[in-house]
């Protein structure tokens, strides 16, 4: 796909042997966004880990101080109408139980970005783990959404807490904020990220931890930032 005079204007402002300094690097990106919407920056970090190996595995969560910059929707399983109540005060945007569990089984359709249950609700969702667990939004205590703390939960998904983890190819992919935000506010969502990666370290993985860590718009290209 040809790309636009903008773009390459861009990218040749990029040397891709040099590795820039986070700040610099933020600062490059925005400038790389697109003007006609506000771009996601996402950071794409390449992980010295053997995917294939179960120990090896890399999946965390992470607040970000000042989130994605998109509220992301939020279904809550619970089993009886306190659960449920203290679910909608949390601001949770759908909540149900069995009716909601048996829906899904029967349609395959589902409205929702992120999924909490409680544990009881947990040997019940397995009705509908062949159709969100290949998404990934089946509960996990790995991600911190089976959880008896309902109220937390949901406002830290509100807020901005993510799950992150190495795909196949032992890559991470995240979005850290929009191009509206300031070099500050992505500085420290960068910052808070990379913190979590590197506490998220095996530790069967020997060698190189953060072989590579790129910046980039959603439409601009990639910097390469010093890890």
């Known amino acids: 796909m040809a790309h636009s005079k903008r773009y390459a204007a861009l990218k040749a402002a990029i ?8 700040t610099e690097a933020i600062e490059m990106v925005k400038k790389g966004a697109s003007t006609k919407f506000d771009s996601s920056i996402e950071v794409h970090v390449r992980l010295g880990i053997d995917s294939k190996k179960s120990d090896q595995q890399v999946r965390a969560t992470v607040a970000l101080p000042h989130g994605t910059g998109k509220t992301k929707i939020v279904a809550v399983f619970v089993a009886n109408a306190e659960k449920e109540k203290e679910a909608k005060d949390a601001g949770a945007d759908i909540v149900g139980g069995e009716e ?16 909490v249950a409680t544990p009881d609700m947990m040997p019940k969702m397995a009705k509908v783990a062949k159709v969100l667990g290949p998404k990934g939004l089946m509960p996990s205590p790995k991600n911190e959404t089976v959880t008896t703390n309902i109220t937390k939960t949901v406002a830290e998904l509100r807020k901005g807490r993510v799950a992150f983890k190495a795909d196949d190819t032992a890559n991470l992919h995240q979005v850290i904020g929009k191009a509206s935000f300031s070099n500050e506010q992505l500085l420290e969502n960068f910052t808070a990220f990379m913190d979590a990666v590197r506490r998220a370290k095996p530790p069967s993985s020997k060698g190189v931890y953060l072989v590579g860590v790129t910046l980039s718009s959603t439409m601009g290209p990639g910097v390469r930032v010093s890890a």
């Open 15 to 22: 040397d891709p042997k040099k590795t820039y300094a986070a």
């Open 100 to 115: 909601l569990i048996n829906e899904i089984a029967k349609t395959g359709k589902y409205a929702f970005e992120v999924a």
